[in-house]
């Protein structure tokens, strides 16, 4: 169906968000897991803030959706895979969900070249925005994945979860 008004941002780009909406949904549902793995052990403040940042991750997801209904893109929800709670470790949680912040950093470095080839710079403004989210949120899942590795225990970790973050 041709649209009304034509599109402010790349056709590849644009594909490239829309399978990120389901990414970021990927990662809201992976820190839940991670999440809910520490709430089974009562470590309820290691918890909370997987929860919390299971919501920045459904945020992310937003922030997209609406920069595509912005620019007059439709936006799909694709299906997302299955997230487990049965990590072996903290340690193993940790470090997974280190290895998605990465595995996202790598998706918005390929949408801003892919941006930058396009010479989309409505597109690539907007992803600024993530580029420098990506940098803070592996620079803090490193301190977490430290503080886990340093061998403390988990429990007296948690007074120090808010010096990390
Ligand atoms: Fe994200
Ligand atoms: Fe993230």
């Not at 597109?123 to 061998?151: N, T």
């Amino acid at each position: 169906m041709p649209k009304a008004n034509p599109s402010l941002i790349s056709g590849k780009l644009a594909q490239k968000l829309k399978e990120q909406i389901g990414h970021e949904l990927g990662a809201h549902q992976q820190y839940l897991a991670i999440g809910t793995y520490f709430a089974q052990q009562n470590l309820d403040k290691w918890a909370a803030l997987f929860y919390k940042q299971a919501a920045e991750e459904k945020e992310h997801a937003l922030k997209i959706v609406r920069f595509l209904t912005d620019v007059g893109e439709a936006a799909h929800f694709p299906a997302i895979p299955a997230a487990s709670t049965g990590f072996k470790s903290a340690a193993d949680a940790v470090s997974q969900a280190l290895k998605w912040e990465r595995t996202v950093t790598e998706q918005f470095q390929t949408m801003a070249k892919i941006a930058l080839a396009e010479s989309d710079f409505v597109g690539f403004q907007f992803l600024q925005w993530f580029l420098e989210e990506q940098v803070e949120e592996v620079s803090s899942m490193e301190k977490y994945l430290a503080l886990v590795e340093s061998g403390i225990n988990l429990f007296q970790a948690e007074a120090l979860l808010e010096l990390a973050s």
